[in-house]
């Protein structure tokens, strides 16, 4: 008995000197606790686009869908990854750029076209990296079976055509502009017209959305309703 208590004394004594004789010496730790360090390792190297560097390296192969959250990072801007869920409406708020479309692209695809926006107005040059940190495969099933309602814009806009009409949130005609890129040259901005499909038939709605967007007349700022028809018209010039 007293060999065994003279042993383990010698244990204790000698452990602290191994350490500080061997910087690299441990003390043998249990199963779990390995098992632990091991997790908190592999966590870590699972950052999006914090670890990015380089437009390379980015995904061109996995589109981007609804219900995705994804990070964005702009290298010159020397700020951190920004991360962000993809809207149902499938766009993205990005610095400086303001919405841009997301779904259907690839991280490398969407990042090339945000650094070509910046490069027009903020950057004279710009490194954007992008990545997606988690696929939401739940909330891209249940947006793919629901049947999205639509509006239709015409006109002097940038970007004519058809746009989804979000279920879970109104859009005004001024964000439907800002969604079409804005006005183009010469158009009307004081009368946009509506056309909106009533129980009596076509209803024509006229807006002054220059009101709205110059001056905060926020009370005229019409919300869309589904089907309505958006029509911006070029402006008279009398001589």
């Not at 004279?124 to 999205?148: C, S």
């Not at 002097?156 to 804005?182: C, M």
């Not at 006229?206 to 029509?231: A, C, H, P, S, T």
Request: hydrophobic share 45%; charged share 25%.
């Amino acid at each position: 008995m007293k060999k065994l208590s003279l042993s383990l004394l010698l244990l204790a004594v000698s452990l602290p000197a191994l350490k500080a004789q061997d910087p690299g010496f441990r003390i043998p730790e249990s199963a779990s606790s390995a098992r632990q360090a091991s997790a908190v390792a592999t966590g870590s190297a699972n950052a999006g686009a914090a670890v990015l560097s380089s437009m390379d390296v980015l995904d061109n192969n996995q589109p981007i869908a609804s219900g995705d959250l994804i990070s964005i990072r702009v290298l010159e801007d020397r700020k951190e990854a920004l991360q962000m869920q993809v809207a149902v409406t499938g766009e993205v708020q990005v610095p400086y750029v303001g919405l841009v479309t997301a779904k259907g692209k690839t991280c490398r695809e969407l990042a090339f076209g945000i650094k070509k926006e910046l490069e027009k107005n903020f950057f004279q040059h710009a490194t954007v990296v992008i990545a997606i940190d988690k696929i939401n495969n739940e909330d891209a099933m249940r947006i793919r079976d629901v049947e999205l309602d639509f509006y239709v814009m015409f006109g002097i806009v940038a970007k004519q055509g058809k746009y989804d009409l979000p279920s879970n949130e109104d859009i005004s005609i001024s964000q439907a502009i800002l969604r079409a890129g804005g006005f183009a040259q010469f158009a009307n901005k004081e009368k946009v017209k509506i056309i909106r499909k009533t129980p009596q038939g076509n209803k024509t709605i006229m807006v002054n959305v220059d009101g709205i967007m110059r001056q905060g007349d926020l009370e005229r700022d019409v919300f869309i309703r589904k089907d309505d028809v958006i029509i911006v018209e070029e402006k008279t010039v009398n001589f």
